[in-house]
Each structure stands twice: as structure tokens, then as C-alpha cells.
Nanobody
């Protein structure tokens, strides 16, 4: 499996960005695609995730109402629309894929086996 993340950049406070993650080499539909982020000196943290077969989503409280995850099933691509960006959203954003995840495990980074290369998001004030 190969995950290619894109869409990062630098924006001002209150701005928007849309991240994309294209997956290739998938052999089934029982997988979950998540976004995580890691700021310098901090642990990688969960942002949002979507279960491919039914579109179930989970989003971290810190970004709920501002970030929206979605998918394009035809293109095996997941998107993260980020609005009302804040300086604390500055981080390296990673997409990740997990297989046959149960709901209780979908927020945990250790549940995901394949990771993209990361795309930098910088929010300046």
C-alpha cells in the first residue's frame, strides 16, 4: 500500500486548507483512513478518521466543527477540509491506513499500519 499526502502549506489565522491522501495498492474495502498530526516536540495525535465501507467518521474534539473528513471512493482518496485554522493547528499532518479496525481502536495511532510521508501545515498569526 502506498499513501500519498498533499495539500499542506502556510496560511494565516482563520484561513483554510484541504489535504488529500491518495491510496494505491489496496486489495479490499475493509479499511479505515485517518489523519494524525505532530507538532515539534509533541506526540503524534489523532485528528480524524473515516471508515471506508460505510463512511463512519470520528473527529477529535480539538478540531470538531472546523475540520471535515471525506472520501472519494472512485479515486481511493481521503480529504481533510480544514477551516478556521489556528496557530495551534501547525504541525506535520500524516494520513494513515488501518485494516479491520473496530470503532474503539480508530483513534489510536498504533492501530494504523501504513503511513504517508506527511504534509506540513503552518498557520501564522
Amino acid at each position: 500500500v502506498h499513501l500519498q499526502a498533499s495539500g499542506g502549506g502556510e496560511v494565516q489565522v482563520g484561513g483554510s486548507l484541504r489535504l488529500s491522501c491518495a491510496a494505491s495498492g489496496l486489495s479490499s474495502s475493509d479499511w479505515t483512513m485517518g489523519w494524525f498530526r505532530q507538532a515539534p516536540g509533541k506526540e503524534r495525535e489523532f485528528v480524524s478518521t473515516i471508515r471506508w465501507r460505510d463512511g463512519l467518521t470520528i473527529t477529535a474534539d480539538s478540531v470538531k466543527g472546523r475540520f471535515t473528513i471525506s472520501r472519494d471512493r472512485n479515486k481511493n482518496t481521503v480529504f481533510l477540509q480544514m477551516n478556521s485554522l489556528k496557530p495551534e493547528d501547525t504541525a506535520l499532518y500524516y494520513c494513515a491506513l488501518g485494516r479491520r479496525l473496530i470503532m474503539s481502536s480508530m483513534r489510536s495511532k498504533t492501530s494504523y499500519t501504513d503511513w504517508g510521508q506527511g504534509t506540513q501545515v503552518t498557520v501564522s498569526s
